[in-house]
């Protein structure tokens, strides 16, 4: 079988990215030195709210503090959606999402409302 171009127009796009190597590397470079707490600690009040109060509590310590279990808040961007993004906590709040007509981005951050350490850990396409 070769190369269809029509069969292109047919297949919806998705997408998938990590950013854990990122995050490794951020936290070697603190590790080293090369990164102050200030640098990398540096949540939005917005962030750090939807932290506390619309996020997926996990297992996981705080790299930084190792105080406090990280949060996931997870923001999905798209048509009809607010300019700044939905913030979803639940895999009902991406089914409603989802069975709209377009195409939509989910972005997963970590945080820790605690010392305000954020970063992206994975984008996917809806």
């Not at 470079?29 to 640098?39: A, C, M, N, V």
Request: a positive charge.
């Amino acid at each position: 079988m070769g190369f269809i171009p029509s069969q292109l127009v047919e297949t919806k796009q998705t997408g998938n990215i990590s950013y854990l190597l990122e995050r490794n590397r951020v936290l070697r470079q603190y590790e080293r030195g090369e990164l102050s707490r200030s640098d990398i600690c540096d949540a939005h009040s917005e962030l750090i709210r939807a932290a506390r109060h619309y996020s997926e509590k996990t297992a996981d310590l705080c790299p930084i503090c190792e105080k406090e279990s990280l949060r996931i808040v997870s923001y999905v961007f798209g048509p009809r959606l607010p300019s700044h993004g939905r913030c979803v906590n639940s895999a009902g709040d991406l089914d409603r999402i989802r069975r709209r007509k377009g195409t939509f981005t989910c972005y997963m951050v970590e945080v820790c409302a605690q010392c305000s350490w954020n970063h992206l850990l994975r984008s996917y396409t809806l």
